[in-house]
């Protein structure tokens, strides 16, 4: 598509094509930062990093946002400023037409894969889907998600800008469509790029989640209550588990601390806990409930 594009912004002189162009070059870059940020954050936990590399999905989305924004929206708003300044008229407004619909099409078809692939999840949380997409811990989703989006609304933005262009002779349609497009682009941008630096500072994950987890300790034999739980957003679909229990029975401190243990490891067999830290709860400490 982005060769496509800018293929046509060349025939056609159209400053909204030539936007959708910097847009789907910027969004080829991203897809590489994309790919290496699922790689790199699979890679299993080791000494020198006890809770896993997850977090690092969060830097590589945070480049490809920063991408998106210099290379997409910058360039988009720029390139719109100059042909309102130096407008220039437009030619083969055909090749235009065809190049935006083949890649709405294309567009709508990695959009609706990305729906489907959100749509588990969000009826886990019972949350729509625009909903699960901004909250998830999974900054791949977000991104391809939000960019489609911006995507086919940008399109649809350089396809009227074409065609005011064609029906009033004017560049000035097709110059604001560029920097609307490029304003579009910011505002993903700067989203995606706020969205990654709060889970690089570290979240909590969701109240439902943290019930769960509670629902699930509850349900232990060994546990009595629970005082404390704090569950930290540590990498896509991945927490880590802080908690004080209260244990059943009055066993002696070394028993207490290998039962301890025990629970840890039945914690963190689950794929989505990157480790697991007990205490015990005094006696005096408040029991949480769901």
Known sequence: MAVAKTVAATVTGSASILAEAAHSWADTGNEVF???????????????????????AYVWALLAAVGLFVAGAVLSVTHGVQELVRPEPATNFVVGYVVLAVSFVLEGVSFLRSVRQAKPGAELMERDVIEQVMATSDPTLRAVFAEDSAALIGLVIAAAGLGAHQLTGSAVPDAIGSILVGLLLAA???????????????????????????????????????????????????????????????????????????????????????????????????????
């Open 188 to 290: 993903v941008a700067i989203y995606l790029i706020d969205r990654n630096r709060e889970l690089l500072i570290g979240e909590e994950a969701d109240p439902r989640i943290r019930a769960a987890v509670i629902r699930a300790l509850l349900k232990e034999p060994e546990v009595a209550r629970v005082t404390y739980l704090r569950l930290e957003i540590v990498g896509p679909r991945i927490v880590a588990v802080t908690g004080d229990v209260d244990i059943v029975g009055d066993d002696t401190e070394s028993h207490v601390a290998v039962r301890l243990r025990a629970l840890e490891a039945k914690l963190t067999g689950s794929p989505a806990v990157a480790g697991a830290v007990l205490s015990l709860s005094a006696p005096d400490e408040p029991s949480l409930t769901v």
């Open 34 to 56: 994309l790919l290496v940020a699922n790689r790199r954050s699979r890679r299993p936990a080791d000494d020198a990093h006890p809770l896993g590399y997850g977090r690092e």
